[in-house]
């Protein structure tokens, strides 16, 4: 998985149980509308999305944070999404990135990022903006993997995870 122009560009390769999803959903489970950033790592550090509908279900893991706003008349989704990625704020986080071992971090510093007032008309009409625009690409993501599993042939259910046949689940 990656991220990419604030959407995460999920091409999974291996998966898990239920059980085990069901065990760490409650701490670590991803749902449409929240805002991952991401933590450790190299050239993704400070970096951020948005997930969509068809983003879930998924688990994150430790070197991410996932943000999630839980009164979106107070804080949408997307203004956050905006807040987070103009320069100034992408800035200070590139600023409080260190090395730690041999990989790049965040760390809780990131905590110390200053980002405008979420509850300001600036934030409400940056979140305004892209929300229409994010949306759009959710419907088109959505219509392209649709198109592309209505053409692929069924798995036979013997061969259900099982390399060789399609990745794709």
């Not at 760490?24 to 190299?42: M, Q």
């Not at 996932?66 to 992408?90: D, E, I, K, M, Y």
């Not at 510093?109 to 007032?117: H, K, L, N, S, Y």
């Not at 692929?152 to 399609?166: A, D, F, L, T, Y």
């Amino acid at each position: 998985t990656d991220i990419a122009e604030l959407e995460i560009k999920a091409d999974p390769r291996q998966g898990i149980s239920e059980a085990i999803y069901q065990q760490y959903a409650s701490k670590a489970a991803l749902a449409e509308g929240d805002v991952i950033l991401i933590r450790d790592g190299t050239y993704l550090v400070g970096s951020s999305a948005l997930a969509g509908k068809n983003d879930a279900p998924a688990l994150l893991c430790g070197g991410i944070y996932r943000l999630r706003s839980t009164a979106h008349q107070t804080l949408s989704p997307f203004s956050l999404l905006g807040l987070l990625n103009l320069p100034l704020v992408r800035r200070q986080m590139r600023a409080k990135q260190f090395t730690r071992d041999v990989i790049d971090t965040l760390g809780k510093r990131f905590f110390e990022v200053q980002i405008p007032d979420p509850k300001s008309a600036y934030a409400a009409n940056l979140g305004d903006k892209l929300e229409p625009l994010m949306r759009g690409k959710n419907l088109r993501s959505s219509k392209i993997v649709e198109t592309i599993r209505s053409i692929e042939p069924r798995v036979p259910p013997q061969s259900v995870n099982r390399p060789g046949w399609s990745m794709r689940g």
